[in-house]
C-alpha cells in the first residue's frame, strides 16, 4: 500500500489559510463571476476544497497535484467562481515546478506559455476586443508567472546546493590533504629518528653484548669506551631532533644537515664501532664534480649511507664494507655500499627491516632509483649490495 509523507507544515498552512479565505468570500458575497452553469449556492466550494486539500500534496506529490488543481481549476470557472481557489492553484502550478521533476521543471514553463500564448490570440480572435487581452494577462498571471517563479527558486536553490557541496568537497580535500601531510611528516619524522639513533644503538647492543660475553679487562674496557662515545652522540641527536619538533621548525638548515662532506667522519666512527667484527671500511669516490648538491639529495645519500653501515654493522660477515660515491657532471648521484655475506663470531643486532624501507622511501621521494639485496661476487661467493642513483636536477631540488 502506498503511503505519503505527512505534509509538511507550510502546506498545511497554505491549505488552513487558503480554505478558511475562501470561505470567508463566500459569506461575504463576493464572487468573481456571474451568470455560469452551475449557480447552485456553494458549488463554487467545492473546487475551493479540492485544490485546498491539494496544497497538502504540493511538496510530496506536485505533478498528480498539478493535474487534478487544473481540473478543480476549469470546473471552478463553470461556477460563480473564489478568488481563493484561484490564488491556491497559482501555489500548486508553483511548487509542481519547484518540487517536481526536472523534466517537468524544464517543460511546465514552457506548456503554461504556449497556453497563455494560445488563449491570448483564441479569444482577440473571438471577441475581437481588448477584453481579450485582459483574459491572457489573468492566464499568464495564473499560469506562466507562478511557473518562471518556481523556475527562478529552483535554480537559485540548486546553485545554492551546488556551491554547499562544492564548499563540503572542498573541506573534506583539505581533510584529506592535512592527514596526508600529517602522515607523511609522520613518516618523515620515523625515518628520521631511525637514521639518528639505530647506528649510534646497534653499536651500544653490540659492544655491551661482547663487554657481558668475554671476560676480558681489555676489551670490556674498550667497549665501554665505544658504548659511551655512542651514547653521547645519539643523546645530542635525539636532543636536537627534540628542539626541532618543539619549535615547531622545518628541516635544519645546511649547516645543521648532514652532507656528504661528513662521512668522513661518519666512517671513521663506523671503523671504531665496527673493529671487533671484524670489519674494515673503505670509502671511495669516484665524483668528477666538486660542486655542492642540492641539501635534499645529500641528506638522502648521507642517510643512505648511514643506515648501510648500520646494517653492516649488525649483519655482514667479516670483511670489508665499501662506500663507492660516483656522479658525472650533470648526471644523477651514484650511491653503493656493499659488505660481505656469511656469518662471523661474536654477538649481532636484532633488525626489524625499517631500515630499507626508510631508505626506499627516501630515494622514492627524490624520484631515484633504489635496490638492495644479494649480487654474485665471484665464484661461489656473494656480497649484499645497496645502490641508490638520485636525480640532482630541479626535481630533487622541489622534493
Known sequence: MLIH???????????????????????LGLHMQNGRPLDAPGIELVPLAVMAALALLRRSAP??????GTLALVMDQFTAGNLATVLLYTDVMYAAVLYGTPAAARRIPVATLLITVTVTVGFLAWFRSAEALLIGIVTGLVSFVPALTGVSVRNHRDAAETERLR?????LLAEMDRAQAVTEERARMARELHDLVANHLSAIAIHSTAALSIDEPETSRNAL??????SVDGLAEMRRLIGLLRTGAADPGPSASPTLGSLDALIE?????????????????????????PAPVELAAYRIVQESLTNALKHAGPGPVTVRLG?????????????????RPGPRAPGSGAGLTGMRERVALLGGEFEAGPVPAGIGTKIWRVRAELPVGERSVRA
Open 167 to 171: 564548499a563540503d568537497q572542498t573541506a
Open 5 to 27: 509523507p505527512r505534509p509538511h507544515r507550510d502546506d498545511v498552512l497554505i491549505a488552513v489559510a487558503g480554505l478558511s479565505g475562501g470561505v470567508v468570500l463566500w459569506l
Open 225 to 230: 669506551g665505544v658504548i659511551r662515545e655512542n
Open 63 to 68: 505533478q498528480t497535484a498539478l493535474v487534478i
Open 269 to 293: 666512527q663506523h671503523r671504531t664501532n665496527a673493529a671487533s667484527s671484524g670489519l674494515t671500511c673503505v670509502l671511495e669516490d669516484s665524483r668528477t664534480g666538486t660542486g655542492p648538491l
Open 327 to 343: 656522479q658525472r657532471p650533470g648526471r644523477r648521484l651514484t650511491v653503493e655500499v656493499t659488505s660481505a655475506l656469511g656469518d
